[in-house]
C-alpha cells in the first residue's frame, strides 16, 4: 500500500535554515493533508494541516503546500531549530473515511 | 492540556496469549480508533470507533481483534491469541467533539512483544 509516500527517509539541515519535507499521493479521493511529528518513545504528534480546498496553510514557523495537480505536499520549516529533530509523517484523509493513510516518515536532524 | 493516555507501556506476552491494550481518549472525544506500526514500518489503521460501535476497520483487523468501550473514559483493544507478528507499538487516537475532525491526537503507544 503505498497511497502516501516520503521518499527521503532523512534530511539533515543546519540551525536557522529552512527545513522542506516532502510528501506524495496516488489516491485522487484523498481531501485532507495532516503532517505529525514523532519523538522516540512518544506517539505522533499532530503539528499542521490542508484542506484540499487550499494550497497554503501556515502556522508559526510552520507552512504546508498543496499541488492537487502533481499529489504533491510540503512541509516547510523556518527558521529550524534544534527541537525540530524528529521524524516527521505526512498523512492523508479520503472523504467519509475516518482513518489517516500514513507515510513512511522522514527523520529531521537540526545541526547546530 | 488534555492528552490520550494508554497502558501498559510496554507488554510481553507469550504466543497464543490473549493481551489487552487499554486507552483512555481525550474525555469529550467522540471517535475513537487503533493503529500500530511494525517496527521499521509505516503506521498503519487498524479500527475506527464511534457511538458504541466500529464504524471502519482494515483487513489487518480479523477476528483476533476486538475494540471495546467498557465505560465512559476507556477505549480497549484485545488480541484474543497473540502471533509473533502481532509485535508492534500500538497506538490510540481520538477526535471530534461535536462532529468528525480529521486532526486525531494520539496517545503514547504501548509496546506488545510476543515471544
Known amino acids: 500500500d503505498q497511497q502516501v509516500k516520503q521518499n527521503s527517509p532523512s534530511l539533515s539541515v543546519q540551525e536557522g535554515r529552512i527545513s522542506i519535507l516532502n510528501c506524495d499521493y496516488t489516491?485522487?479521493?484523498?481531501?485532507?493533508f495532516l503532517w505529525y511529528k514523532k519523538y522516540p518513545a512518544e506517539g505522533p504528534t499532530f503539528l499542521i494541516s490542508?484542506?484540499?480546498?487550499?494550497d497554503k496553510n501556515e502556522d508559526g514557523r510552520f507552512t504546508v503546500f498543496l499541488n492537487k495537480s502533481a499529489k504533491h505536499l510540503s512541509l516547510h520549516i523556518v527558521p529550524s531549530q534544534p527541537g525540530d529533530s524528529a521524524v516527521y509523517f505526512c498523512?492523508?484523509?479520503?472523504?467519509?473515511?475516518?482513518?489517516?493513510?500514513f507515510g513512511q516518515g522522514t527523520r529531521l536532524t537540526i545541526n547546530p | 492540556e488534555p492528552e490520550v493516555t494508554q497502558t501498559p507501556s510496554h507488554q510481553v506476552t507469550q504466543m497464543g496469549q490473549e493481551v489487552i491494550l487499554r486507552c483512555v481518549p481525550i474525555?469529550?472525544?467522540?471517535?475513537f480508533y487503533w493503529y500500530r506500526q511494525i517496527l521499521g514500518q509505516k503506521v498503519e489503521f487498524l479500527v475506527s470507533?464511534?457511538?458504541?460501535?466500529?464504524?471502519?476497520k482494515s483487513e489487518i483487523f480479523d477476528d483476533q481483534f476486538s475494540v471495546e468501550r467498557p465505560d465512559g473514559s476507556n477505549f480497549t483493544l484485545k488480541i484474543r491469541s497473540t502471533k509473533l507478528e502481532d509485535s508492534a507499538m500500538y497506538f490510540c487516537?481520538?477526535?471530534?467533539?461535536?462532529?468528525?475532525?480529521?486532526?486525531?491526537?494520539f496517545g503514547p503507544g504501548t509496546r506488545l512483544t510476543v515471544t
Open positions: 487516537a481520538s477526535t471530534g467533539t461535536s462532529g468528525l475532525s480529521y486532526e486525531q491526537y
Open positions: 489516491n485522487s479521493m484523498f481531501d485532507y
Open positions: 490542508i484542506s484540499s480546498i487550499k
Open positions: 498523512a492523508a484523509s479520503a472523504q467519509g473515511a475516518q482513518k489517516l493513510v
Open positions: 474525555s469529550n472525544h467522540l471517535y
Open positions: 470507533f464511534y457511538n458504541n460501535e466500529i464504524s471502519e
